[in-house]
């Protein structure tokens, strides 16, 4: 008996359903650090990167992103299954590879004791090799079990992962014909208010207030979700909740009211979830650069706002404030836009711009 193989096996499988119980199953943050899921992250999510920014067209870099969520999620579940296979492989071993052929009689090589770990595992039952005395069999029935959950415990966490991604996403598109594409404040505001007359606006606040709940929620128990990405390539959560953000902020820095106080509501929420998201990603807040809103910028949207006759940037040093709400925000989504590779929405829409609805490849 190798008492250090079987120490070494436990603690592999250990490590492993640790890490499956915390990604899967655990409704929470995870403090921990040192993880299977995060080390394997940082291995695969760096190169990947490195490689897209490297592509000068923006669709194919979208594109080429858009499959690291799926493939990182398909990858993990196959590095934990290799992983628990090769722990009860040692287990094995350490036992003294106490199985039996079919054809051969009685063996004693570890790679016999891997395919048995791996045809226990996923339960395939093949039966040339079986475990000879009663420590392995025990052993073989609980990898069988374990085999079997672990493959349940996936299957009933693709569809909810499915699920959430579809909850974040269905805001995120309604977004395209109520704040254009890319989206703006500046157009959201065009879109919602007509002079005094803010209520579009404050049940939008409204309802993108609870979006950025569910969007803290869901991505702080599923954190691979912030790799998927938009349908669209000027669509993303980011970019959305940047959207939410910047109005709210335009909002508060005016005259107290009504849809002053949904503003700040929002705000809150929407600010609370860049700041965690910020934290599970490890993006350190940085402040943009270049300024999303220069000078000439922020003249050209006081004008705007002033066609629309929209009571907004007017009253005591509005301008101040929005750039003290500006500060409690954009490092941070600014630090996810650059490590997801994410743009930011301008402030301002672009000229002759076109809503994603309004184009197609047909009519190219």
């Not at 999620?73 to 039996?100: P, T």
């Not at 693709?158 to 254009?180: I, Y």
């Amino acid at each position: 008996m190798n008492t250090l193989a079987i120490i070494s096996g436990i603690v592999l499988i250990l490590v492993v359903l640790q890490d499956g119980f915390e990604t899967v199953v655990l409704p929470r943050r995870v403090m921990q650090r040192v993880r299977l899921a995060r080390l394997f992250y940082k291995v695969t999510w760096l190169p990947w990167s490195s490689l897209a920014r490297k592509m000068r067209g923006s669709s194919r870099r979208e594109g080429f992103l858009s499959f690291y969520g799926p493939l990182y999620l398909i990858s993990l579940i196959g590095v934990w299954a290799v992983v628990l296979v090769l722990g009860f492989g040692a287990v094995y071993w350490g036992l003294g590879s106490e199985l039996r052929s079919s054809y051969d009689g009685n063996i004693y090589d570890f790679f016999s004791d891997l395919y048995m770990s791996g045809a226990t595992f996923f339960t395939l039952g093949f039966g040339d090799i079986t475990p000879a005395s009663p420590l392995s069999r025990a052993v073989s029935i609980m990898e069988a079990g374990l085999g079997f959950s672990f493959l349940a415990l996936i299957i009933g966490y693709l569809p909810a992962l499915n699920g959430a991604f579809s909850a974040r996403e269905v805001n995120v598109s309604l977004l395209d014909g109520r704040a254009g594409s890319p989206p703006t404040a500046v157009a959201l505001l065009s879109r919602h208010c007509r002079g005094a007359d803010t209520e579009a606006l404050k049940e939008f606040l409204r309802d993108w207030e609870r979006w950025s709940a569910q969007l803290l929620e869901s991505q702080l128990s599923y954190p691979v979700l912030g790799y998927f990405r938009s349908q669209h390539e000027h669509q993303s959560w980011v970019a959305a909740l940047t959207v939410v953000l910047d109005t709210c902020a335009l909002v508060m820095a005016g005259p107290e009211g009504e849809d002053s106080r949904q503003a700040q509501l929002t705000f809150a929420m929407a600010r609370h979830a860049a700041v965690d998201l910020s934290q599970i990603f490890e993006t350190p807040p940085r402040m943009p650069a270049p300024d999303r809103l220069p000078p000439s910028a922020l003249a050209q949207l006081i004008a705007v706002l002033d066609r629309q006759e929209m009571d907004l940037l007017r009253g005591e040093n509005p301008l101040v404030r929005l750039a003290e709400l500006r500060r409690m925000y954009e490092p941070y989504v600014y630090s996810l836009s650059e490590h997801l590779l994410m743009p930011l929405p301008p402030w301002l829409p672009e000229q002759d711009a076109h809503d994603a609805w309004e184009t197609t490849a047909w009519e190219r």
